[in-house]
Every structure is written in C-alpha cells, then in structure tokens.
C-alpha cells in the first residue's frame, strides 16, 4: 500500500511536472512568435514605406539635383529614423543624394524584380562606417536603409535574433552573430539538447516573405520559466503541496502589489517629483517636468518602470494620471500664481486619450485652484500616439483651452512627418538616446540634426532631454534649442527641493 501510494504519488508528480514543463514551453513559443510578428510587421512597413516614397520622388516635379530636389530628399529622410539617405540615378550612375546616398554606389544588385524594383542586400558591398546597408531602387530613385534599426533591441532580452526576407538575410543582434538559416529549422520553438539552446523560427504571412529566428542558451529558458520543477526531483512527493502554497502566495503577492498601487492611487499616495526645465542660455527655470514615485507602507520604493505598466496592464493608468494632477497642483499651486510664467509637465498615456475623464477633471482641477490652463503642459510619447479620430479631438480640445501639448521621446519610434503634422502639437522633446550622441561616431549623432530640422518645419518648440555635460547644452544651443533638462542641471527632486531651485536660478519667488 505504501509502495502504491507513493508511486501514485509520484506519477502525479510526473505529470504536473510535465504539464508544467509544456506550458512553459507553449508560453515560450507564444511569446517568441508575438515578438517575431512585431519584427517581421515593423520590417514590412518599412519596405512598403520606403517603396511609397521612392513614387512620390519619382512623381515629384522637379529638377533633378536641384536644390529643392535635394532639399525634398533631405525632408522625406529626416522624417524616417531607419533612412541613412536617399539618391538620384541617371542609368547605371548616381547623379546625387543626401546623407550616405550622396557618393555611394553599390555594384550589382542582389535582386532585380519584374515591377521595376533593384534591391542590394545588406553585405561587404553595401558596407559603409562598418554597417551593412540595405538599398532600393526604383526608377530614378534609391534609398539607404540601416536594417540593425529594424530589430528593436529592448524586446531581444537575451536572445539572438536574425531577420531574413526572401530567404536573405537581412540583419541580426547582435552584430555577426551566426544563426541557423531558417530552412534547417522547424516552425515554432526547438529545444536542442546537444548544443544547450532553444531555437525558434516563425514564418509570417505577410506580404513579404519574412522569417525570423530567435536563439537563447537553454540556461535563460531554465531561468525564467523551469526554476521550481527542479526542485520537484530533489525534494519529492511532499513537495507537491508546498509547490501549490508557494505559487498561491506568490499569485498573492502579485495582488497584493495591485491591490496596494489602488489603494496608494486612491489616498495620493504616489509623490511627485519634479525635474526642472532651463533655459539653457541664461539658466533659468522655465518649470519641471513631473515623475510618479512610490513608497509602499513599509518603506519600500517601487521603480516606476514596475507600477506604471502594473497601472496601465489593469486599466489604472488615468486614476494615476489624475493622483499626479492633484499632487502637483497642491505641491505648486502657490509658486504657480505667483509665477505665471512657470509651467508643469504632465505626462499622459495612451488611455488617458480614449475618454474625457481626464479633460473634465484637468478643467475642474485647475479652476479650482485658480489657475491657467497654460501652467500644465501635457506630454505624450511618441508610441502613445493613437492614430484615432477621438484622440486627436481631445488632445485638439486640450490645445484650445489653453495647455501646451508636447510630443515627448520623439525619435525612438517610427512616426513619419506626415504622421506628426496629423495632430496639433506645441513642443518636440528630443530623447536622451539622440543627446547622449552629440559630438560622437556613434549612428544616432547625425539623427539629431535631423530632429531639430524636423521640429523646426513643423514650428514646434524643442526641449532636449537627458542633457549631462556642458558640452552637450553648448551644442545645441547653437542649433537654435532654447530649453533642456538632465542631470547636469538638476536630477528629479520633491517639490521643496524644486521650489529652493527655483529661488536659486530665478531669483526670490
């Protein structure tokens, strides 16, 4: 009887641990594939994209190589991150361009298709600066496509990734690395025990033939999905019931958190901090831009990298949103009447556009405090955007009443001019990631030049963020940049802290 029971017990044993061990690799493979369909869609709208504007450049009335044929080129790639330069083509020759397309000419192509579309892979032939690039060519027209900006490298994780279209290779990350070609490969995820990886290969029905393969030690596997089955070999049967208590708690505590963010939201709890804006010219404030932090009830500090996508995953993001307007006008409403020139940044989701609960409470909120409109500027990042009928509305409506409305992180998503000039925007917020390049070799360097030519078509303000040396805030300012924040002016501090900056830069308040 003992002996049966515990081999009962121990088949039970088996097959969670099995079931286990199948859903770990079903939740794998479902995440790799929604990865592989974002890199694959990305991929193809940036040929399709590329493709659309070499017609229009075709169709464009213009003397060839003339200055505003030139300047048009120039316009149409600064508005595309992933573009390194567009050119014009006279037969064989390249007449003229912009950016890398301005003296570079690839030998043969790698593919030439029946619609009249040349295509160079990336390769030694296309290599320029150590980047192997990716050509288009059709009619008179080309353009330079950098593919690593294809692949974006905060989904990757640890894994190698390689994009093939056409059953060519297009890029991979990192740079060189050597993946299976996707042919060798099974559809969905592998695990191959020989040479300890898990390798997976997702074709995609897209308009393209596009695959993608994605490889990862199978220790990163283990460590993420397997850490507890085992302990089930180890430890045995009576570990069974303490496995089912640990993951009850552990569900808990996920809750628990949840429930702890509402409960924080509801009494304003999460603090405001503010992080000044200058004039970088003469140093003085202009006003902050305002960051949610959290402590828990046991002094705990919660990153907002964690509660913030907890907040927007649950449908809390606007309760937050609206917790930070009263914080901040509470915090500054006296420095704000007294300083009308003064202004906070509020930043804003995606779901705070999808409704007008947040353009009542902003309405009622600053009546009530008797102040403008204009002392909260409203941020929206650049993938927040939502390209609806109803968002551009509201944000028009926010406009009109009196708040400034900032496009922020510009550059670290795949908007096009004519998608920004869509919606009525005052300010352009120039990413860290550009800042950081400025007197550099690295790729994004030449990107911000582009930016600031960007704002300034579109007549928008710019405020440069992420500004940490002098050199950095000298620079743009002879690009024409009046404002910025970072740390070489202030890191994000209370609202004491920041009205004591205040007084300090502006004189007494």
């Keep these: 009887m003992v002996a049966t029971a515990i081999a009962g017990a121990l088949i039970l044993f088996a097959a969670i641990g099995g079931y286990v061990w199948f859903q770990s690799v079903s939740a794998e493979e479902t995440r790799l594939q929604k990865l ?255 960051l949610a932090r959290w402590t828990t009830e046991d002094g705990s500090r919660v990153g907002p990298d964690v509660f913030i996508p907890l907040a927007e995953d649950n449908r809390l993001i606007s309760d937050l949103t609206i917790s930070m307007l009263h914080s901040i006008l509470t915090d500054m409403g006296d420095l704000l009447r007294r300083n009308p020139q003064l202004s906070i940044n509020l930043n804003l989701s995606a779901q705070d556009l999808e409704s007008d609960r947040l353009m009542i409470e902003l309405d009622s909120a600053i009546k009530q405090a008797k102040l403008k409109p204009a002392c909260i500027k409203l941020e929206i990042t650049e993938r927040a955007l939502v390209d609806t009928d109803e968002a551009r509305k509201r944000i028009s409506t926010l406009r009109s009443r009196g708040h400034t409305i900032a496009i922020d992180d510009f550059g670290t998503g795949y908007s096009s001019l004519s998608y920004l000039e869509s919606f009525e925007l005052d300010v352009l917020k120039i990413d860290k990631a550009f800042v950081d390049a400025i007197d550099t070799h690295a790729v994004t360097s030449n990107v911000i030049v582009h930016v600031i030519e960007v704002a300034k078509s579109l007549e928008l303000d710019i405020i440069a963020e992420g500004i940490e040396e002098s050199h950095q805030a000298s620079w743009l300012v002879k690009q024409g940049v009046r404002l910025g924040q970072g740390y070489f002016y202030a890191k994000p501090m209370a609202s004491r802290e920041f009205k004591a900056f205040v007084r300090k830069n502006n004189g007494k308040q």
């Design 36 to 290: 592989a369909e974002r890199i694959g869609q990305r991929a193809e709208n940036a040929i399709i994209d590329a493709r659309a504007l070499l017609v229009e450049l075709n169709d464009a009335a213009l003397e060839p190589c003339s200055p505003k044929h030139l300047e048009l080129m120039q316009d149409i790639a600064i508005a595309r991150t992933y573009v390194r330069g567009i050119g014009y083509w006279r037969a064989a020759e390249r007449q003229c361009g912009t950016g890398l397309a301005e003296h570079f000419t690839p030998p043969k192509a790698s593919r030439i298709y029946d619609s009249g579309m040349i295509a160079w892979w990336p390769g030694e032939e296309t290599e320029v600066g150590g980047v192997q690039l990716f050509l288009m060519r059709f009619g008179r027209h080309d353009v330079v496509i950098d593919p690593r900006l294809l692949l974006n490298s905060d989904l990757l994780e640890n894994h190698e990734v390689g994009l093939w279209v056409e059953g060519l290779l297009m890029t991979t990350s990192p740079k060189g690395v050597v993946l299976p070609e996707p042919e060798t490969l099974e559809q969905g995820l592998t695990v191959d025990s020989k040479t300890q990886r898990t390798m997976a290969r997702f074709s995609l029905g897209t308009i393209f033939p596009i695959d993608v393969v994605a490889v990862q030690h199978i220790q990163e596997f283990w460590s993420v999905y397997l850490p507890t089955i085992l302990t089930f070999g180890a430890i045995g049967i009576g570990i069974i019931w303490l496995w089912i208590v640990i993951l009850l708690k552990f569900s808990r505590s996920k809750l628990g958190l949840l429930a702890e963010l509402k409960a924080a939201i509801a009494d304003r709890k999460i603090e405001a901090y503010y992080q000044p804006v200058v004039d970088l010219s003469t140093g003085q404030c202009v006003g902050a831009e305002s």
